[in-house]
């Protein structure tokens, strides 16, 4: 039972462009909201989160949007940039879960 | 300030055997959660120990086992490894909860052949 789903396994984008990466989630419980951004041989790191009482939060070139009547979060970096090359994990909880649920990730490639 | 280390790194093991792995939290983190990462499955929640206590357990086996010292420090045991137990495993620290912003190690890429 995947809670979390990234749809789409890789995307491509040339450098300078919008990167546009999707999540969706089936749980109505859910109340807060993480993309993680992983590079081979390292661990995930914290890119940006957002609560379920927003409906977008930005930080420099990342920008979340959340769409709870669709159950649907996505992830905007603008411009992409060939560093952004990695693969991109989106992760949700409630409180009362007490855990993180991570979707299968994205794989994303920026070309110069 | 150090973060989160884990050993090995490369682990190759046979089938049937047993495997531990080792996770150091940054200093002053209490919670440490483990998960398995397979293509197309995404990070697979294993489970997660606040002050030597598991306080929350994920979809697996009861072959996958782990425990927390007192210095926060945790392992991760794996039984009877099967060929789908073929993964990397990776370890997060976190303040005091598994929800907080985690912060992960570069993982254990185990092997079963």
């Known amino acids: 039972d995947q809670q979390v789903k990234q749809n789409s396994p890789s995307l491509s984008v040339q450098e300078g462009r919008i990167s546009i990466l999707n999540c969706d989630y089936t749980n109505s419980m859910f109340d807060y909201f993480l993309w993680y951004k992983k590079y081979p041989a390292e661990g995930p790191t914290f890119l940006i989160s957002?609560?379920?009482?927003?409906d977008k939060n930005e930080d420099g070139r990342f920008t979340v949007f959340l769409n709870k009547s669709a159950k649907h979060l996505s992830l905007h970096i603008v411009p992409s940039q060939p560093g952004d090359s990695a693969v991109y994990f989106c992760?949700?909880?409630?409180?009362?879960?007490?855990?993180?649920?991570f979707g299968q990730g994205t794989e994303l490639s920026v070309k110069p | 300030k150090a973060g989160v280390t884990q050993t090995p790194r490369y682990l190759i093991k046979t089938r049937g055997q047993q495997v531990t792995l080792s996770c150091s939290p940054i200093s002053g983190h209490r919670s440490v959660s483990w998960y398995q990462q397979t293509p197309g499955q995404g990070l697979q929640f294993l489970f997660e120990y606040f002050s030597e206590t598991q306080r929350n357990k994920g979809n697996f086996p009861g072959r996958f086992s782990g425990r927390q010292f007192s210095n926060s420090r945790s392992e991760m045991n794996v039984s009877t490894l099967e060929l789908g137990d073929s993964a990397l495993y990776l370890c997060a620290s976190s303040l005091f909860s598994g929800t907080d912003t985690q912060y992960f190690g570069p993982g254990t890429r185990l092997t079963v052949l």
């Open positions: 992760a949700a909880f409630y409180n009362q879960g007490g855990k993180l649920i």
């Open positions: 957002i609560s379920s009482i927003k």
